[in-house]
C-alpha cells in the first residue's frame, strides 16, 4: 500500500479487523520517530467515530480520500487521517499583509482555539503564535489532529521588524497575550481585535474592533467567514462548533445569544459533526480531577446576598492544576448551583474563577476589579501577593454591590409612617405634610400609628383643595378609601404592581393589622430599575467606572419643577438634537431636584460643540450670548434675565497638587468624573428621546439617599484641595455626613502640607462661600476639627472662645436683619472679622494678604475691627449715654464693624446701646438743608455744618421734631450766644 500523501505508516490489526493508519503529518508527530509516534498513538484511550468506513480501505482508490479536503476518520479502535495539499492564500478574499500574526490570551479555551483557525481562514498568510503555556485544551487528542492548519510559529522565531499586524482573538487586554504586549502596543503595528467579551480599562486600541453581544467569539466571526464565502472542512466545522458549546455552557449559559445559534446552524451545514463536539466536551475526570473536585465539595459554603444565594467554593495546592475551568463547569452541573466562585490557591498565587446562570449578574465586572477578565457569564482573574483569605473577603465586598436585589418589603420601607387623624382639616394636612417633607399621610382612627388604617390622603388632593379655599374641609371626607397594602415579607414585584400598576403614592405595609411602615415612589425608585430595566451589556470595570445606572424621572420632574423651568429644559433637549448633540442638565440642579430643594441655577453640558449649541439655542429664543471659546463655555441670558450656563464636555487633569486644572473635550463621563463629589455627579438627559433620562456613574443617588459624602477617587483632595471647605460646607447645609473613607483622604491631605501650595485667592473663595452659608458656625467648627484654620496661620486655631463669639455673631447677624432697615451687610465679613480676632494686628495683616483680601477689606477686618474693640470698652465704661454722644461714637463704623460689636460685646446694656442706634439713630438726619440757612440771611460758611450738626444732636437727643422745630432751634442758635450741645459737652 503507497500514497504520496503518507509517508510513515504503522499498521495494527485489532479483533475488529481495521487497519490503523498513522501518518507523519500529525503536527505534534513532526519531531518523533516512528517508534515514539507509535507509542503515543497506543497510548489513547477515547476514540470517537466521525465516518465508519469499511474494514478495509484503499487509500489510493477511496473517492473520499482523493477529496481535496482533508480526511479524518475515527472509529472505535482506530484513526484514519489525511491531511491535504496546502492551498496557495485567495487573494481576492482578503489581501492580508505578508507579515501577520495572530494570537489569543494565555491558557486558550476552545473558543480561543477555534477563533485562532477562524482568524487563519481570514487572514490565509497569518501565521499563529500561542502566548504563555499550552491550554489543556491544545492537549486534547482532537485538537492536536488538526493543528497542521493553524500554521504555528514559535515566538523565538519572530522577528519583530519583520511583523506589520497582529490580529488577537477572545481577547482585548495587553497583560493576558504575554510577550506579544509590548509589539501590540507599538504604533506602526496595524491592530486588529476580535472579541466578545465587554470592553475594560486597560484594552488595546484597535485599528479594527470586531465586538458585540454574542456568547463565544467565533459567533462574532461566523458572519464574516460567510460574507468572504469562506468554505469550512468538517473538522473545522467541528472545532468552531466546539468553541461556542464551551464558551455558552452548552448554549445553555445565561449569556447565550440568537446569534449563537445562527452560527451554529451555518457549522453543521458545513459538516460539524455534534456527537463528536459532546464527546470532547464531556471528557472524563482524570484521578486528580476526581480528588479536587472532591477537595470542592467538601469545602464549600453559601451565603445569601440581597435574598439571592452564592457558592463559595476552595481548593489549595502547591503546584499548578491546569483546567480548574472544567472543574468549574462540572461543579456546577452536579450541584446545580446558580452562582459559584472557586478561590484556589496554587503556585503561590490565588486564581479566582466564577460562574453564573443569572441574567443580571456581571460575573465580569467583579473579575476586572481583580485585573481579571470575562463576561457576564462567566470570568476569571490570578491574584498575586494576597492570601485567600484576602482575596475571599473582597469578593464578599463586591458581591454586595453586583448580585442582583431580591428586596422584600421590610427592607424598603420607611419608618416610622406618618399618620393623621381623620377629622384633621386640610391646612393641617399640608403642615404636617410639609413639616416631615413627604406627599402622603396615613390616615388612622386615632391618628396615630397604633390605630387602624382607614384611608390615604395626599398632597396633591390636599392642595388642590386650599386652592379652592377648602381650609377647614376634612380629610376623612377626601381621603382615598379604595387602596393597597402589603405585608413586610411582600416582594418586589408585588409592591411595584401597587406602587407602579396601582398609581399608589404611598403603600402602607402591615404586620398583623398594625402599621410597621410605609414604601412611597421615593423608596422605590433606585430599586424599579434594577428589576425592570434592560441589563446592561457593557460594562467597565472598577466599582467607580461601572456603566451608569440609569432611571427615567420625567414625572418626578413634572412633580417638583415649575412649568416655565420644564418648558426651558424640554427646548434645549429639542435644540440639542437639532445640533446633533447629547445635552445634559448636571451637577447642583439634580442633586436639589432629587433632595426637594429649590436650585433653579441650570448647568448644560454638551457632548460636542457647546458654543455651536449654545449660538443654536439663543438665536431660536432671541437671546443674548456670551461665548468663551477658550473654555469651550458660554453664557446665554434670556429676555427676563435668566440665565444658562453652557459647557462642553470636558476632561480636566493637574500638572501639580492644588494647580488649576488643564481641560480638554471629553464625554459626559469624563465631565462628571471630574467633579467633587458623587451627589454633584448626577446628570438628566434632555434629548428627546431620552428626554428626562437620569444618568448616574457613580452611585450619587445611593449616597444621597445614605446622606453621605464620598469623593470620587482617592487623590481628589492632593488635585484640589479646595474641596475639603466644599466637604465641609454641604455636609453642613445638607445635613450629610463626609464618609469614613473621605474624612481620612482630607486628613492626609492636609498633613501632606497641600494648602501650602493653594492660592490665597482659590481659599478665600471658598472660605466666603462656607460663611455665606445661612448658619455658617458647624462648617467652621468642622474646619476646626480638620485642624484646617490652623493650616493657613497657626494664629487662626479654632478655641472655645472664638467657637463662643461665633455663635454670639450669628445671634447678632439675626437680630440686625430684624432691626435694622438696610440688609446690605457682608454676612461673611462679620464672620471673618470673628475668625482673626485672636491675631495681633501683625499676624491679622499677614492673613489678610495671605488670603489675598481687597485693601477696603483688610483695612475694615485689621484697623477698623482693632478700633471696634476699643470702642466696645469705652462703651463699657461710659453707659448709659445721650443718643447724640452714642451716635457720635458709633457712625464712624461700617455695616459689618457693628454687627461685630454687637456680637463681642460682652455687656447686655453694650450689645442693647449698638442694638438701639442701629434700629433707631443709624439715619437720623436733620430736614433743614443749607438753603434753608441761607433764606434765614446766613451767609455761606464753615458754620453752616457745625449750626447742622447741632440740629442734628438736638434731634437725636429727643428735642426736635419736624422741621418747624428745627427752623425755630436754629433760629434761636443765630440770636443767642450757643448753647453748648451734646458735642461740645464731649469735649
Same mark, same amino acid.
Request: aromatic share 6%; net charge neutral; hydrophobic share 40%.
Given at each position: ?20 493508519? /498513522? ?8 519531531? %518523533? ?7 503515543? =498513538? ?16 484503499? @487509500? ?60 487563519? %481562514? ?27 492548519? =493553524? ?23 495587553? *497583560? ?35 465586538? !458585540? ?112 475551568? =472544567? ?118 382612627? %386615632?391618628?396615630?400609628? *397604633? ?69 412611597? +415612589? ?18 467597565? !470595570? ?93 453664557? /446665554?441670558?434670556? *429676555? ?88 465641609? +460646607?454641604?455636609?453642613?447645609?445638607? !445635613? ?51 485642624? @484646617? ?25 439675626? !437680630? ?35 488670603? +489675598? ?23 463699657? +465704661? ?54 434753608? @440757612? ?25 428735642? @426736635? ?25 464731649? %469735649?
Amino acid at each position: 500500500m503507497s500514497s504520496p500523501e503518507v509517508s510513515l505508516i504503522k499498521s495494527v490489526y485489532h479483533s475488529s479487523g481495521i487497519e490503523t493508519i /498513522i501518518p507523519d503529518s500529525l503536527l505534534y508527530g513532526r519531531s %518523533k520517530t516512528k517508534k515514539q509516534l507509535t507509542s503515543d =498513538f497506543l497510548k489513547i484511550k477515547y476514540i470517537t467515530s466521525i465516518r465508519r468506513p469499511a474494514n478495509r480501505i484503499d @487509500l489510493q482508490n477511496h473517492q473520499e480520500w482523493n477529496n481535496s479536503g482533508s480526511y479524518l476518520l475515527f472509529t472505535e479502535s482506530s484513526m484514519f487521517f489525511r491531511r491535504p495539499p496546502l492551498q496557495q492564500p485567495d487573494k481576492t478574499i482578503n489581501e492580508a499583509l505578508t507579515h501577520t500574526l495572530i494570537t489569543t490570551h494565555k491558557n486558550a479555551d476552545l473558543d480561543g482555539i477555534a477563533s485562532m483557525l477562524a482568524a487563519k %481562514k481570514l487572514y490565509p498568510e497569518g501565521r499563529i503564535v500561542l502566548p504563555g503555556s499550552d491550554s489543556p485544551q491544545i492537549r486534547h487528542f482532537f485538537v492536536q489532529s488538526l493543528l497542521y492548519l =493553524f500554521d504555528l510559529i514559535p515566538f523565538r522565531e519572530i522577528r519583530p521588524e519583520e511583523v506589520q499586524r497582529i490580529v488577537i482573538v477572545d481577547t482585548r487586554q495587553a *497583560e493576558r497575550i504575554g510577550e506579544l504586549a509590548t509589539m501590540a502596543r507599538e504604533e506602526r503595528i496595524e491592530l486588529h481585535i476580535y472579541d466578545h467579551h465587554p470592553a475594560a480599562p486597560g484594552d488595546l486600541e484597535a485599528d479594527k474592533l470586531v465586538s !458585540g453581544e454574542a456568547g463565544a467569539t467565533v459567533t462574532l466571526m461566523v458572519p464574516l467567514l460567510q460574507e468572504h464565502n469562506i468554505r469550512l472542512t468538517p473538522e473545522e466545522a467541528t472545532l468552531l462548533a466546539m468553541g461556542i458549546f464551551e464558551d455558552t455552557s452548552h448554549l445553555t449559559g445565561s449569556g447565550t445569544t440568537a446569534e449563537d445559534f445562527e452560527a451554529l446552524a451555518w457549522l453543521v451545514k458545513q459538516g460539524a459533526h455534534l456527537p463528536t463536539v459532546g464527546d470532547v466536551l464531556a471528557r472524563e475526570l482524570d484521578p486528580l480531577q476526581l480528588r479536587l473536585l472532591n477537595e470542592m465539595l467538601d469545602n464549600t459554603s453559601e451565603i445569601t446576598i440581597h435574598g439571592t444565594p452564592v457558592t463559595l467554593t476552595r481548593l489549595s495546592s502547591e503546584a499548578y492544576v491546569p483546567d480548574l475551568a =472544567f472543574l468549574v463547569h462540572r461543579f456546577m452541573r452536579m450541584e446545580k448551583v446558580t452562582i459559584l466562585f472557586l478561590l484556589a490557591r496554587m503556585d503561590g498565587k490565588v486564581h479566582l474563577i466564577g460562574r453564573s446562570r443569572l441574567t443580571d449578574m456581571d460575573i465580569g465586572a467583579i473579575m476586572r476589579h481583580f485585573e481579571g477578565g470575562g463576561h457576564s457569564a462567566a470570568g476569571a482573574a490570578t491574584i498575586r501577593h494576597q492570601t485567600l483569605a484576602q482575596v475571599e473577603s473582597q469578593l464578599i465586598g463586591l458581591l454586595d454591590t453586583f448580585t442582583p436585589r431580591r428586596f422584600r418589603a421590610k427592607e424598603i420601607m420607611s419608618t416610622p409612617a406618618h399618620t393623621i387623624h381623620p377629622e384633621a382639616t386640610f391646612r393641617m394636612a399640608s403642615q404636617t405634610m410639609t413639616r416631615y417633607n413627604v406627599n402622603a399621610l396615613l390616615v388612622t382612627e %386615632k391618628g396615630d400609628s *397604633e390605630s387602624p388604617l382607614t384611608g390615604l390622603i395626599t398632597r396633591q388632593i390636599v392642595e388642590q383643595g386650599l386652592s379652592h379655599a377648602m381650609d377647614t374641609t376634612l380629610v376623612e371626607d377626601y381621603m382615598i378609601s379604595d387602596f393597597s397594602t402589603v405585608d413586610s415579607d411582600a416582594s418586589l414585584n408585588r409592591i411595584q404592581d401597587a406602587i407602579v400598576g396601582g398609581k399608589q403614592r404611598i403603600l402602607p405595609v402591615l404586620d398583623k393589622g398594625i402599621i410597621a411602615g410605609v414604601i412611597t +415612589r421615593t423608596d422605590l425608585l433606585q430599586l424599579m430599575v434594577q428589576e425592570q430595566e434592560e441589563i446592561i451589556s457593557e460594562r467597565e !470595570g472598577s466599582l467607580a467606572e461601572k456603566l451608569p445606572k440609569t432611571r427615567n424621572i420625567t414625572s418626578l420632574m413634572k412633580e417638583r419643577l415649575p412649568e416655565k423651568i420644564l418648558d426651558l429644559l424640554s427646548t434645549i433637549g429639542k435644540s440639542g438634537d437639532e445640533t446633533g448633540c447629547n445635552v445634559f442638565v448636571v451637577g447642583g440642579f439634580v442633586r436639589d431636584l432629587l433632595l426637594y430643594r429649590k436650585n433653579e441655577d441650570i448647568d448644560i453640558v454638551v457632548e460636542g460643540d457647546g458654543i455651536h449649541f449654545a449660538k443654536n439655542f439663543a438665536a431660536s429664543k432671541d437671546a443674548r450670548i456670551h461665548a468663551y471659546s477658550k473654555f469651550g463655555t458660554a453664557v /446665554i441670558t434670556l *429676555e427676563d434675565d435668566f440665565k444658562v450656563d453652557v459647557a462642553t464636555a470636558r476632561t480636566e487633569y493637574y500638572t501639580s497638587p492644588a494647580a488649576l486644572p488643564e481641560v480638554e473635550k471629553s464625554s459626559l463621563k469624563s465631565d462628571l468624573y471630574r467633579r467633587d463629589f458623587t451627589i454633584n455627579t448626577l446628570a438628566i438627559q434632555l434629548n428627546e428621546k431620552h428626554y428626562g433620562t437620569l444618568i448616574d456613574h457613580f452611585s450619587g443617588q445611593k449616597d444621597i439617599k445614605d446622606k453621605t459624602l464620598r469623593i470620587i477617587h482617592n487623590l481628589s483632595f492632593v488635585e484640589d484641595p479646595t474641596r475639603i471647605f466644599r466637604a465641609v +460646607r454641604f455636609e453642613s447645609r445638607f !445635613g450629610f455626613s463626609i464618609g469614613k473613607l473621605t474624612v481620612r483622604l482630607i486628613e492626609n491631605a492636609i498633613r501632606m502640607g497641600v494648602f501650602k501650595r493653594l492660592s490665597g485667592a482659590r481659599a478665600m473663595g471658598e472660605i466666603i462661600s462656607i460663611l455665606e452659608e445661612n448658619d455658617p458656625v458647624p462648617s467652621i467648627k468642622r474646619l476646626g476639627e480638620f485642624r @484646617l484654620l490652623a493650616t493657613l496661620h497657626p494664629s487662626m486655631a479654632l478655641t472655645e472662645k472664638t467657637t463662643a463669639l461665633l455663635m454670639e455673631t450669628r445671634k447678632a447677624l439675626d !437680630g440686625y436683619e430684624l432691626l435694622a432697615e438696610d440688609l446690605r451687610c457682608q454676612r461673611w465679613l462679620v464672620y471673618f472679622m470673628v475668625l482673626i480676632s485672636p491675631c495681633n494686628t501683625a499676624e491679622a495683616k499677614k492673613v489678610c494678604r495671605l488670603l +489675598r483680601l481687597a485693601g477696603w477689606q483688610e483695612e475694615l477686618c485689621v484697623k477698623e475691627r482693632e478700633q471696634a474693640d476699643l470702642c466696645i470698652k469705652r462703651l463699657t +465704661r461710659e453707659l448709659p449715654l445721650d443718643n447724640s454722644i452714642l451716635y457720635n461714637r458709633l457712625h464712624v463704623f461700617k455695616t459689618e464693624v457693628l454687627v461685630y460689636m454687637m456680637a463681642a460685646a460682652e455687656r447686655k446694656q453694650v450689645k442693647k446701646a449698638i442694638a438701639h442706634y442701629l434700629s433707631k439713630l443709624r439715619f437720623v438726619t436733620p430736614l433743614i438743608q443749607g438753603r434753608d @440757612l441761607k433764606e434765614m440771611g446766613l451767609p455761606p460758611s464753615p458754620r453752616y455744618r457745625k449750626i447742622l450738626m447741632q440740629v442734628q444732636d438736638a434731634r437725636l437727643n429727643g428735642m @426736635l421734631h419736624s422741621k418747624e422745630d428745627e427752623m425755630a432751634f436754629v433760629a434761636g442758635i443765630l440770636k443767642n450766644t450757643p448753647k453748648e450741645n451734646g458735642r461740645e459737652q464731649k %469735649k
